[in-house]
T-cell receptor
């Protein structure tokens, strides 16, 4: 079974602090994605990547950076965490074609205080 | 402009009833429509999907009805069970584009 693993599962951060969320996939997929989920807003795309050492902006990239050091790993970085970034973050992987299945991790619940 | 819309944020049905979740989309170029199911504390997982060349896709108790002319689709869950209680995301994409998700419908099935 395809696997996407996120760490940590939950995190409490202070406003203005740096937060790094990590994602590891064993699917051998080229594409990886970071989504944010807020109540009533569904899944919103923050950043994605289709090859190592390259990232692309999604729909809501402001306040976030991403890093893809290898095909398997994809990180989301909040350089200066803010209250408004409190949310659940999901990583996903896929082959990269539009009509394809995405595999999601279990999510990281981030609380910024 | 939201590309995919789900008409209900929440839906409650009794066990044994058919739950109907509605979805509409903007871009007529979309040709692939998956539904993802998400249980609390977990990530979404693909439940069932349909391509625009079909008007119906069935998988056990789950059926997608698709209307290309009206740009809408619905997910029917027959004989709903309490274990079906989850959030359901409608999504849309085509082969040259990324996937767009709706805001989700939270389904509660009461025993």
């Amino acid at each position: 079974e395809a696997a996407v693993t996120q760490s940590p599962r939950s995190k409490v951060a202070v406003t203005g602090g740096k937060v790094t969320l990590s994602c590891h996939q064993t699917n051998n997929h080229d594409y990886m994605y970071w989504y944010r989920q807020d109540t009533g807003h569904g899944l919103r795309l923050i950043h994605y990547s289709y090859v190592a050492d390259s990232t692309e902006k999604g729909d809501i990239p402001d306040g976030y950076k991403a890093s893809r050091p290898s095909q398997e790993n994809f990180s989301l970085i909040l350089e200066l965490a803010s209250l408004s970034q409190t949310a659940v973050y999901f990583c996903a992987s896929g082959r990269g074609e539009g009509n394809e299945r995405l595999f999601f991790g279990h999510g990281t619940k981030l609380s910024v205080l | 402009q939201q590309q995919v819309r789900q008409s209900s944020q929440s839906l409650t049905v009794w066990e044994g009833e058919t739950a109907i979740l509605n979805c509409s989309y903007e871009n007529s170029a979309f040709d692939y429509f998956p539904w993802y199911q998400q249980f609390p504390g977990e990530g979404p997982a693909l439940l069932i999907a349909i391509r625009s060349v079909s008007d119906k896709k069935e998988d056990g108790r789950f059926t997608i009805f698709f209307n290309k002319r009206e740009k809408n689709l619905s997910l029917h869950i027959k004989d709903s069970q309490p274990g079906d209680s989850a959030t359901y995301f409608c999504a849309a994409s085509n082969s040259n584009n990324r996937i767009f998700f709706g805001d989700g419908t939270q389904l509660v099935v009461k025993p």
